[in-house]
């Protein structure tokens, strides 16, 4: 400006000699003048523009590599999965093989039981007589086996109730999957619609570019707000990955649980084989009984009547000798004694005949105890190794469950910190974003150049400590922004109309950390119960310094 009123003095000075030409010169020079001072400037805004250009470059290169290894992890992750089938498929073939063998064994048993029941009608039909220690033996058995019946009936309500349990549980991990899935559907879109935003803000810069370079000043919020959404961009992807291995760990557990369903399943329908088996047993033994009971009794009527038959003979006998002569007794006497030294060699045949039926009868009966406790030694073994094998799934499921719960408990964790870490890092980039702006407005030559900011490159590997990293970065810098302010402030660089714009970057600040703070008091309050140790974020200083205005007098103090 003074260089423009020495070439207005200097042509009021000049004017009566040459008018024309003198003016025309000056024209010429300040047009001269201002375009050196057009072209400085927009030199100065092409380097910025080319240093942007640079970090994009760099920024697109690390993303890239990060991406490599995404899909490096992507591989890694795919052979796990490979392993964990092939595991899954050796566990399912050894698991069919346990099963075939239970399936022979099970065939085994049940034709040796149709045998032992075929024998045992065919022993029942040749049987005639019974023993009375059987009859005291029966019922003691009978009644054990009545309380096995019950036992199994228990344990086959408790597997019931415990089967129901698993749905109810499979239900509650089918709608969490479900509600990952539609949060990750919406990641997906928000990430799509932030793509096509960029791509159009992208394409309208190239545009403004090639056509008029005079708006070369202006895409300095746009970039910004380019870089933001990048930046948004690539976490709501890596939220979306995490969710995505979530979401497969979820399904692989689900997949766990319904193998350990169907093994219960299977168990529950070998155990109900069993029962009827012994249901099955027990109504043999009841017919059994039956058919004893009714041969005893027929057998009983059978003496009654041979008795019977006896004492009518005998009462026929007495009434022949009271009325026969007695010349007839010798007689009758001698014919008696002959018939009965001639049957009495059959008799005795016949009684030994039965003496070793009924010994090779107790000899059977005794055997056949001693086999039906085997078996139900061994049934009882049986039931025992699979009480135990179903208690160890128990337990595999209950910590399966456990190990369900921690992790989604350090998920939330992690979420929580994250926000709040992103609270963070936006407050104190906008306040950054603020102080460079005003320290642009006060000194436009020095910061010009310095609205870049070098804390795009991050290791989305180890997320936080560089979020950490570049929320020290940006406070050091606020801190040395503050501190030029004070420089400009006390060298009487500043201009009592900047007090508004300080005024206003002040109270923007202040809101700021307002609304962080209370933020963090709602998620704390949310997550009280699962919440993990953090360090508080520090109070972000907020300095009230003293602005003395070269147009005002030495008294009067503004302070920010």
């Known amino acids: 400006m003074q260089h423009f009123l020495d070439m207005e003095n200097q042509a009021h000075n000049t004017m009566g000699a040459s008018p024309c030409e003198a003016e025309l010169q000056e024209l010429m020079e300040q047009i001269d003048i201002m375009v050196n001072n057009k072209k400085l400037d927009w030199e100065r805004k092409m380097r910025a523009l080319e240093t942007r250009l640079d970090l994009r470059d760099q920024e697109l290169a690390n993303a890239q590599t990060c991406l490599d290894q995404k ?21 399912t073939q050894n698991y069919e093989g346990q099963l075939q063998t239970l399936k022979a064994q099970f065939s085994k048993l049940t034709n040796s039981f149709e045998k032992l029941r075929l024998h045992q009608m065919k022993q029942s039909k040749v049987r005639r007589k019974e023993l009375p220690h059987l009859r005291e033996e029966i019922p003691f058995e009978m009644s054990n086996l009545n309380q096995k019946l019950e036992e199994f009936r228990a344990k086959s309500r408790e597997w019931d109730k415990q089967e129901i349990l698993y749905q109810t549980h499979l239900v509650s991990l089918d709608a969490q999957q479900k509600l990952l899935s539609e949060k990750c559907n919406q990641f997906q ?14 394409q309208c810069t190239e545009d403004h570019s090639s056509e008029d370079p005079q708006l070369m000043c202006d895409p300095d919020h746009s970039c910004e707000a380019s870089e933001r959404d990048e930046f948004i961009i690539e976490k709501l992807k890596s939220a979306v990955s995490e969710i995505a291995l979530s979401r497969n760990k979820l ?61 009518t003979q005998e009462s026929k006998k007495r009434l022949e000798s009271s009325y026969s002569p007695s010349t007839k007794e010798p007689e009758r006497k001698r014919k008696e004694l002959f018939s009965v030294t001639l049957d009495q060699p059959n008799h005795e045949k016949e009684l030994n005949k039965i003496r070793s039926q009924l010994y090779q009868e ?72 603020h102080l460079k702006g005003m320290m642009g407005d006060l000194d436009p030559g020095r910061y010009m150049t310095s609205e870049i900011t070098d804390i795009k490159s991050m290791d989305f590997t180890n997320r936080e400590h560089s979020r950490h990293a570049s929320v020290n970065k940006l406070e050091y810098e606020n801190e ?27 109270l923007y600040t202040y809101q700021n950390q307002i609304k962080m703070e209370k933020h963090e008091d709602r ?15 520090p109070p972000m200083p907020f300095q009230t310094k003293e602005m003395t205005s070269p147009l005002v007098s030495d008294n009067e103090v503004f302070p920010l």
């Open 71 to 91: 899909g490096q992890e992507v591989g890694l992750l795919r052979q796990k999965l490979d392993s964990l089938e092939k595991c899954n498929l050796a566990m």
């Open 189 to 202: 879109k928000q990430a799509q619609s932030y793509q096509t935003q960029l791509s159009g803000k992208k």
């Open 251 to 311: 399904q692989d557990e689900n997949q766990k649980l319904l193998q350990e369903l169907k093994m219960y399943q299977r168990q529950c329908q070998a155990m109900e084989a069993g029962l009827s088996e012994v249901k099955s047993e027990l109504q043999s033994r009841d017919d059994l009984l039956r058919i004893i009971e009714m041969e005893r009794l027929q057998l009983h009527r059978e003496l009654l009547k041979i008795g019977e038959c006896q004492n």
């Open 362 to 433: 107790e000899e059977y009966h005794g055997s056949e105890q001693e086999r039906m406790r085997n078996e139900i030694s061994d049934l009882t073994e049986e039931l025992h190794q699979k009480e135990i094998t179903i208690a160890t799934i128990m337990k595999k499921a209950a910590l399966l469950e456990r190990q369900l719960k921690m992790e989604l408990e350090i998920k939330e964790k992690m979420l929580a910190k994250q926000q709040v870490s992103d609270m963070r890092y936006k407050a104190v980039q906008t306040e950054n974003t």
């Open 480 to 506: 040395r922004l503050r501190n030029d302010l004070a420089k400009l402030h006390a060298n009487g660089k500043s201009a009592w109309a900047n007090q508004d714009t300080y005024e206003e970057m002040g």
């Open 523 to 537: 998620l704390s309050q949310d997550r009280e119960p699962n919440r993990s140790v953090m360090s508080p974020l």
